[in-house]
């Protein structure tokens, strides 16, 4: 599949095309792998050690990477600015270190999980998702003028929203 068929050259899109080929390399090499356990056990006759070669390579290459929870996120975020978790839920607006912690919780659960901006919302407190788009937008922005700049990642090889 061509790169243009995933989204015309765009960052979304060449992410998808990445994520794509890693997949299809992850595939070629499993068939590798069993084309030489096979060829090794034939030639030496050992049929019980070759299955548990298999599922000893088939393990090593299919192990799923560990999810991130929005509970995660929060958690080490709130530890990281020491903010409280209730703080995050609340609803003040003017203490700088609160709202720049719930603007990384918005950032990095938008980027790290399958949540929607509305379930991100309801999760801190019953925010709307536009409070979650504007934090997302702002974070970056204020992590700059702190002289610490984000790289423009999609979120694990799976891009959704307007980023």
Known sequence: MSIAAHGRFTEAGIARWKAEAARRAAVDEVARQIERIVSVASKEGIADRTAQ????AAR???TPARSTTYADIENRLCRVFGVTPEAICGRSRNVPRVTLCRQAI???AMRRTLLSPAQ?????????????????DAYPKKRAAQGRYLRSLPRDGVFRGRR
């Open 60 to 62: 090593r290459l299919f």
């Open 106 to 108: 918005m950032y990095w």
């Open 53 to 56: 070669m298999m599922d000893d």
């Open 120 to 136: 991100i919302g309801k999760r801190m407190g019953g925010r709307d998702h536009s409070t979650v788009y504007y934090g997302i």
